[in-house]
């Protein structure tokens, strides 16, 4: 069964930047799916930025430019670099995993399975 736990959430001014870190387990083979979503107050969970082991990317228009995702292998963690953040940044940020997911679905939250419990994230103006 997969695992992820996320971390590196906090608060800070527009502008400024953040790396948030989601570790994860339980991969059984060389196919994965990770992905990033944010869940603003009152409003729907939005993906953010997705991966998987054919070497796709999925990325939200919200944030082309200004957020980036890297994976360490060694470590089993998916990192997110936000930087350029601005107030409608402000969201709990997710990390979602599955065993695979298709380039085109990176960036559905039902196509993933597992969930961490969030990591908040707060921009100020």
């Known amino acids: 069964q997969l695992h992820v736990v996320e971390s590196g959430g906090g608060s800070v001014q527009a502008g400024g930047s953040l790396r948030l870190s989601c570790a994860y387990s339980g991969f059984t083979d060389s196919s994965y799916a990770l992905a990033w979503f944010r869940q603003a107050p009152g409003k729907e969970r939005e993906g953010v930025i997705g991966i998987n082991s054919a070497g796709s990317i999925a990325l939200s228009d919200s944030v082309k430019g200004r957020f980036t995702v890297s994976k360490d292998n060694a470590k089993n963690t998916l990192y997110l670099q936000m930087n350029s953040l601005k107030p409608e940044d402000t969201a709990m940020y997710y990390c979602?995993?599955?065993?695979?997911?298709?380039?085109?679905?990176?960036?559905?939250?039902?196509?993933?399975?597992?969930w961490g419990q969030g990591t908040r994230v707060t921009v100020s103006s």
């Open positions: 979602a995993a599955n065993d695979w997911v298709a380039r085109q679905f990176l960036l559905a939250a039902p196509r993933y399975n597992y």
